[in-house]
């Protein structure tokens, strides 16, 4: 028998409707760190896994902040139609634990922009926990081009690896890994 922490969960166990209360950590316009290029960050609240070392402690709390709100949105969408904005971030606490606010705002993004701006996410949950977990969870994946995947494990903490913080955690094309049903690292890593 497998042992489970208590941040490792188990399919169907954290679902998105029980644990989001729909807040906003913080909305962060224009940045170059959250992914590739120029870049509009939205950090939800609230996250399961307590990772020891977390760089937004604050964030796990699913109070912390603000409402998301349609005006944010809209603010979102009119920042992200500038020409030199590559895309949108999503980032926690835990995307997949906020599916609601995620999916509401990605839907958009694609309805307005198509595939011109993409989409990055940052989860705790590996890509096997997401694809054998909720319909909200795989909906979620489905929006999103590149996603970073696993908890980040301080032991493993790597200052020189790009986009992630340890050296367990993967940068995944979500599209290519959806079509050939494997993970399929994002093309331009470099280690």
């Given at each position: 028998?497998?042992k489970?922490?208590?941040?490792?969960?188990?399919?169907?166990?954290?679902?998105?409707?029980?644990?989001s209360?729909?807040?906003?950590?913080?909305?962060?316009?224009?940045?170059?760190?959250?992914?590739?290029?120029?870049?509009?960050?939205?950090?939800?609240?609230?996250?399961?896994?307590?990772?020891?070392?977390?760089?937004?402690?604050?964030?796990?709390n699913?109070?912390?902040?603000?409402?998301?709100?349609?005006?944010?949105?809209?603010?979102?969408?009119?920042?992200?139609?500038?020409?030199?904005?590559?895309?949108?971030?999503?980032?926690?606490?835990?995307?997949?634990?906020?599916?609601?606010?995620?999916?509401?705002?990605?839907?958009r993004?694609?309805?307005?922009?198509?595939?011109?701006?993409?989409?990055?996410?940052?989860?705790?949950?590996?890509?096997?926990?997401?694809?054998?977990?909720?319909?909200?969870k795989?909906?979620?994946?489905?929006?999103?081009?590149?996603?970073?995947?696993?908890?980040?494990?301080?032991?493993?903490?790597?200052?020189?690896?790009?986009?992630?913080?340890?050296?367990?955690?993967?940068?995944?094309?979500?599209?290519?890994?959806?079509?050939?049903?494997?993970?399929?690292?994002?093309p331009?890593?470099?280690?």
């Amino acid at each position: 028998m497998v042992k489970t922490l208590p941040n490792d969960p188990q399919p169907l166990e954290w679902l998105a409707s029980d644990w989001s209360q729909g807040y906003v950590a913080s909305y962060k316009p224009f940045n170059f760190v959250d992914g590739e290029g120029v870049r509009c960050s939205i950090y939800v609240s609230g996250c399961k896994f307590a990772c020891p070392g977390c760089y937004n402690k604050v964030a796990q709390n699913f109070h912390y902040g603000k409402p998301y709100t349609m005006a944010l949105e809209d603010q979102i969408i009119e920042d992200l139609s500038q020409s030199y904005v590559q895309g949108l971030t999503l980032l926690g606490g835990e995307p997949f634990l906020n599916t609601q606010v995620c999916l509401q705002l990605c839907r958009r993004v694609r309805a307005e922009f198509g595939q011109t701006k993409d989409i990055w996410s940052w989860t705790g949950y590996t890509w096997d926990e997401l694809v054998q977990d909720s319909p909200d969870k795989l909906a979620l994946l489905q929006e999103i081009d590149v996603l970073v995947d696993g908890r980040f494990l301080e032991a493993q903490k790597d200052l020189t690896l790009q986009f992630r913080g340890s050296r367990n955690q993967r940068i995944i094309d979500v599209p290519a890994t959806l079509a050939a049903g494997t993970v399929q690292f994002w093309p331009r890593l470099t280690r």
